[in-house]
Nanobody
Framework: QVQLVESGGGLVQPGGSLRLSCAASGGTFSSYSMGWFRQAPGKEREFVAVISWSGGRTYYADSVKGRFTISRDNSKTTAYLQMYSLKPEDTAVYLC????????????????WGQGTQVTVST
């Protein structure tokens, strides 16, 4: 069983940056692909980014490509989502998840989920 805890969310102005962290415990972190999803009020959860177990491969949703960077540090059992040039439409609860399969972009492919951290982009 893997436990995931997100942190780093908050209120930021448009154009600003935030770095989210996802700390994992209770499993073999380096054997899981790690993904980030987000869910805005009244909307379905959507895929944001995923990184392979080694960190060598990544994949992004078109809406964040070029602005967000996913990374991981297996020695710290932590995944990150660096977000730049934030827009109001990026406002959502951001959740990290772990998948035993490589580079999964669908919710159903993930085995473990965190509780999420709120990101609000507003003036």
């Amino acid at each position: 069983q893997v436990q995931l805890v997100e942190s780093g969310g908050g209120l930021v102005q448009p154009g600003g940056s935030l770095r989210l962290s996802c700390a994992a415990s209770g499993g073999t972190f380096s054997s899981y692909s790690m993904g980030w999803f987000r869910q805005a009020p009244g909307k379905e959860r959507e895929f944001v980014a995923v990184i392979s177990w080694s960190g060598g491969r990544t994949y992004y949703a078109d809406s964040v490509k070029g602005r967000f960077t996913i990374s991981r540090d297996n020695s710290k059992t932590t995944a990150y989502l660096q977000m730049y040039s934030l827009k109001p439409e990026d406002t959502a609860v951001y959740l990290c998840a772990a998948a035993s399969r490589p580079l999964v972009i669908t919710e159903s492919g993930y085995n473990f989920w965190g509780q999420g951290t709120q990101v609000t982009v507003s003036t």
